[in-house]
């Protein structure tokens, strides 16, 4: 007899209640996971990929939505084929867990913060496995050695919240294989980790599927991920199957629009070899688009001279401070008119500590900022204020850095009312051209944020950042809550306003493939330091420094023919930030390996 399927959904569908009647998260979706297999599901926000993978845990029936139709067969441990589409809530009990492994987006919400790591590990195991104290306690060690947290006897007393994102991703893992199920269920496992730990995490379940044989079930909307993964591959559109295939046969041979209009948004690593200067993607379906390089100027615009920041660490009775974060330490780099320099880099390596510093949002400890001829560091409050005309910033989340209860049309006219440059109808033609310029329709000025998708919502941001004719742009991290489509034209977008308005970009982003896109100089940032700064091609095709090297291999590219192994992969856990008071730390020097291509020749702890 044939391996059967482990799983096979056939013909779901599920239907969310609403009070303009029955909306379909999914219809009519067919497809089956095998023993040893890795299937991926991809497609953007809202194609209903998340709804599949929650229905076979049954879980989807807590956000408010109902199976409507279809079958949901689950070969069980005992060989007995089961529908679950039926089953009742305490038989999902036995199986959640047990035979299906479940691994969240988002591991702060999936980890309990009451109860330590141990606890959590422990309690599946002696429900399920019927397992006392010491031998649950055993194989939770076990577990934590497998997805290698370092000293896990200690991580076991340890509460979630003192774990790192990376590391609680890992317990989330080492909790959904606890059980040794026969289904492991992935959503977005990695979307909120950095590149590095999001490469040692992929391998780690690559490794574990091999060894333990367990199908997995991996939802993503980022094909460099399911390149570096999949077996085969489903891919979704609004709520339906639009098509299905070998990993090779999607990359290679994709046949459905869609699909292809997916793998031309995707950036790739290597694609800006031998040009000059960054130039915006070509996608399908935008007729007529000039795809020309913006080249810039060479006038220098922002000067930023070994600028710190640090912040206090409060402790004791008195709240005294007794040590400092040192988030970004002695930092130096010109960025010319017209063009873009990216700070790259993982979390907590100091990128946007150094990009607040600039604008003074965080007030620097030391260092000298000069935009256009002015000394931003001396100014007082009025000076500032003046200054920020010249200097905006796009954030990360635009949903947060918009007002909800505020039209969009007042929401881009702030700036400009706040700084008396146009009133009355001057005004509202402003807002309207910016809308153009962001290529918003007019209509939508009467909207308010909550009716805007994310990558709608981000181009307001832009917009309002544009409102006053600023000279610089900071943009934090402005394009990764984005889905590969959205981001692509929002990148094209950016990109066509600066060389149409001289505009010049801080483009903060730990996303390599983006930053070669769109970057003239890239700055990479480990642990509060520039530990590379260089034109992008040289930094790109020829890094020097030992992390600049590791963080380029860690990327995933979006073909399956150049895939990862888990011996490409040796990173150094990243040292803390934090130093007593009294700590002196070197001065940053460097070495310049070519023309204008720096290397941190100071220990930066790599």
Known sequence: MLD??????KKLRVEFQTKDGPVVGVENVSFEVNPGETVCIVGESGSGKSVSSLSLMRLVEFGGGEIAGGQLLFDRRDGEELDLSGADQDLMKQIRGNEIGMIFQEPMTALNPVFTVGRQLTEGLRIHKDMNKAQAEERALELLRQVRIPEPERRLKQYPHELSGGMRQRVVIAMAMACEPRLLIADEPTTALDVTIQAEILALMDRLKRETGTAVMFITHDMAVVAQMADRVVVMFRGNKVEEGTVNEIFENPQHDYTKALLAAVPKLGEMQGKAAPEPMKLLGEEGQKIAPIPGTDEVLLTVKNLTTRFAVK????????????????????????????????????????????????????????????????????????????????????????????????????????????????????????????????????????????????????????????????????????????????????????????????????????????????????????????????????????????????????????????????????????????????????????????????????
Do not use: W
């Open 4 to 9: 059967q399927p482990i799983a096979q959904i």
């Open 315 to 606: 402790g004791g009775l008195l709240r005294r401070t007794i040590s400092n974060v040192h988030a970004v330490e002695d930092v130096s780099f010109t960025l010319n008119r017209g063009q873009t320099l990216s700070l790259v880099g993982e979390s907590g390596c100091g990128k946007s500590s150094a990009g607040r510093s600039i604008l003074r949002l965080v007030e620097p400890m030391a260092g000298e900022v000069d935009l256009d001829g002015v000394d931003i560091m001396k100014l007082d409050q009025a000076g500032l204020r003046k200054a920020r005309l010249d200097m905006q910033m796009i954030f990360q989340d635009p949903f947060a850095s918009l007002n909800p209860q505020m039209q969009l049309i007042d929401q881009v006219a702030e700036p400009m009312r706040n700084y008396g440059v146009a009133s009355g109808s001057e005004l509202q033609d402003r807002v309207a051209q910016l809308f153009d310029k962001v290529q918003l329709p007019r209509s939508f000025m009467r909207r308010f944020p909550h009716e805007m998708s994310g990558g709608q919502r981000q181009r307001i941001a832009i917009a309002r950042a544009l409102a006053l004719n600023p000279k610089l742009i900071i943009a934090d991290e402005a394009v990764s809550a984005l889905d590969v489509s959205v981001q692509a034209q929002v990148l094209n977008l950016m990109m066509e306003l600066q060389s149409e308005l001289n505009l010049s970009y801080l483009f903060i982003s730990h996303d390599m493939a983006v930053v070669e896109r769109v970057s003239h100089h890239v700055g990479v940032m480990y642990l509060g330091r520039i530990v590379e700064l260089g034109p992008r091609a040289r930094v790109f095709e020829n890094p020097q420094h030992p992390y600049t090297q590791a963080l380029m291999k860690a990327v995933p590219i979006a073909d399956p023919n150049k895939r990862k192994s888990e011996k490409d992969l040796n990173f150094k856990p990243i040292p803390s930030p934090i130093h007593p008071i009294g700590y002196k730390p070197e001065p940053s020097e460097y070495n310049e390996v070519e023309p204008g291509h720096f290397v941190l020749t100071t220990d930066s702890g790599y």
